[in-house]
């Protein structure tokens, strides 16, 4: 299944609130797939994904090329890069 601009954004929303703990994990993945038709792999993976990113540590779970643009954006602009680790300019460790 090809993941949407649309399902892309509403991961990143999703995987905020994970990460702000406004939602549990296990409710976020049941409203993606309800509400998106998103894999419940899929959606935990982008969650997982946005953690690490914030958290500047290294992930190897898959995003797609809009989404890992999306998220970074997102971050950069919302976010104001809570973690000195975390930068564009380290994409290639985050992908590693």
């Given at each position: 299944m090809k993941i949407t601009t649309e399902m892309i954004q509403a991961t990143y929303?999703?995987?905020k609130h994970v990460y702000h703990d406004r939602i549990t994990k296990n409710d976020a993945i049941d409203s993606l797939e309800i509400k998106h038709g998103i894999?419940?792999?899929s959606a935990s993976d982008y969650i997982v994904n946005f953690k690490k990113m914030m958290d500047g540590e290294k992930y190897t779970r898959t995003k797609n090329e809009e989404a890992t643009d999306y998220f970074l954006t997102q971050i950069s602009v919302?976010?104001?890069f809570p973690n000195p680790r975390f930068?564009?300019?380290k994409l290639p460790f985050h992908l590693g």
């Open positions: 929303q999703a995987a894999n419940r792999g919302h976010d104001n930068s564009r300019s």
